[in-house]
């Protein structure tokens, strides 16, 4: 017998643990590496080589979802991904207040750290995103897209608000304390929302299960022109988004003056951004919807277009002085970044969905090591590009708003992409009203 449908409250749940996903990865993400390259005063090529590290673990998440195909249960996979990713959090704490004491021994803790990071947020996120492409009906998918993600981004913008201000003044013990706390708060969170979601006599038999090999299915996935379209699209978008991810905070700690709480609390209102234009994408699509608001292709074009001019605003902004509105920009850059992101994230949950369950975990994995190859090649590509610009020229202004500006060009070119790649939001471009 199949489970059925998720009921709305079943989707909150899950987003409880893309909340615990949030939370974990801020602190990771945005506060560990501005301490590195302000506090420690490391390069920024550092933190960004262990940021790079950890996706490049993520590029597995393909295998995870395939594991998870071969037995049809996922529950396992996302509750000890999210373990492992608990432990390197905090071990990431422990490794940079090393760091002061003992630079050597914390660089090496940092990487085993990142790497626990990588296997963790992959084998949880996939199988995740995967459980809910089978589990939500075609009605609710992209309504569900909105609010799993929301619900994430509320973990972000919480943790980063929460967390900046409880590590004022900073210490390492500070540190290791919050980290602890987010830690293990995430997998307690994590078993309760999981809590019965995939009953043993519900799952499929056996027999039923797909017998490809893990090569054969992942070519089986790639000749698809659709699927291959929109995981090219995943990358570049991606790519685009995190160049600034790891600058970000760094570049208000250089120009602005911030402190670490204030910056970690910047990261805090971006996040606020991105879950109020996910909140605007899921109300107008769904309340208002029709052949215009209800085009997931339009709100993810539009989205990167907004994203890339509100980098450039950045950019400039840094180099016209202190009085630029930063919070303001900041802000709106999230909130540019949060409306391509639900429409993209439900023609994701709809492509990995169709033509049934057996592939659904390959199918995200694909999806997600598209995001992550994105991911770790901009983190690094953006602070390579500062400690290039910054050996160029003084003017740290300039050496930061550059990267700025460059990443709002690459943002032009995801937003062409994602208007040719017409097949994949086709897809889900109605599926904006709940209906149910």
């Known amino acids: 017998m199949s489970m059925p449908p998720l009921s709305w409250l079943g989707i909150v749940r899950l987003g409880m ?6 939370a974990i990865v801020v602190l990771t993400t945005s506060t560990i590496n501005r301490i590195m390259v302000v506090e420690l005063g490391l390069a920024a090529m550092i933190p960004g080589a262990l940021v790079v590290m950890y996706h490049t673990f993520q590029m597995l ?14 529950t396992p996979w996302i509750i000890g991904g999210m373990a492992v990713l608990a432990a390197g959090g905090l071990g990431a704490a422990i490794s940079v207040a090393w760091m002061e004491t003992a630079m050597t021994a914390g660089l090496i803790a940092a990487v085993v750290s990142f790497t626990l990071i990588g296997l963790g947020l992959g084998a949880s996120a996939t199988n995740l995103l995967a459980l809910l492409a089978v589990r939500v009906s075609a009605s609710r998918k992209a309504a569900a897209a909105s609010i799993v993600w929301i619900m994430m981004i509320a973990g972000l913008a919480i943790t980063g608000i929460v967390a900046g201000i409880q590590l004022d003044p900073y210490s390492p013990e500070r540190l290791i304390a919050v980290s602890a706390v987010v830690s293990a708060g995430a997998v307690l969170l994590t078993i ?45 978008a991606m790519l685009a988004y995190n160049t600034q991810d790891l600058i970000l905070e760094p570049f208000a700690g250089h120009v602005f003056g911030m402190t670490p709480g204030q910056s970690t609390a ?3 209102v971006q996040h606020s951004g991105a879950l109020l234009g996910m909140i ?23 989205g990167c277009v907004a994203s890339g001019a509100a980098l ?12 630029w509105p930063l919070k303001l920009n900041v802000f709106l850059l999230g909130l540019a970044n949060g409306t391509f992101a639900v429409a993209a994230i439900g023609s994701m949950m709809g492509l990995a969905g169709q033509g049934g369950t057996a592939r659904a975990g390959t199918k995200m994995g694909v999806f997600g090591a598209a995001q992550s190859i994105g991911f770790a090649l901009g983190g690094f590509a953006g602070t390579a590009a500062v400690d ?12 930061y ?13 995801a937003a062409l992409l994602a208007a040719r790649a017409a097949g994949a939001f086709a897809l889900g471009r109605t599926q904006l009203v709940p209906g149910e």
Do not use: C
Not at 61 to 74: K, L
Not at 200 to 227: C, H, K, Y
């Open 17 to 22: 643990v893309q909340t615990a996903l949030g």
């Open 61 to 74: 998440r393909p295998r995870w979802g395939y594991g998870a195909d071969q037995r049809a249960r996922r």
């Open 192 to 236: 309760l929302a999981l809590w019965g979601m995939e009953p043993e006599a519900a799952l499929p038999p056996a027999e039923n299960r797909p017998a490809q090999s893990f090569g054969e299915a992942i070519a089986e996935v790639w000749s698809d022109p659709t699927m291959r379209a929109f995981s090219i699209f995943v990358f570049v």
């Open 266 to 268: 910047l990261a805090g």
């Open 280 to 302: 605007a994408v899921a109300l107008l699509g769904s309340v208002i919807g029709g052949p215009i608001l209800g085009n997931m292709r339009l709100w993810t074009v539009g």
């Open 312 to 323: 450039v605003m950045l950019g400039l902004g840094g180099m016209s002085g202190p009085d």
């Open 388 to 399: 290039a610009m910054r050996a160029v020229t003084e003017r740290l202004t300039l050496a």
């Open 401 to 413: 708003g550059s990267v700025f500006i460059a990443e709002g060009i690459v943002f032009l070119v």
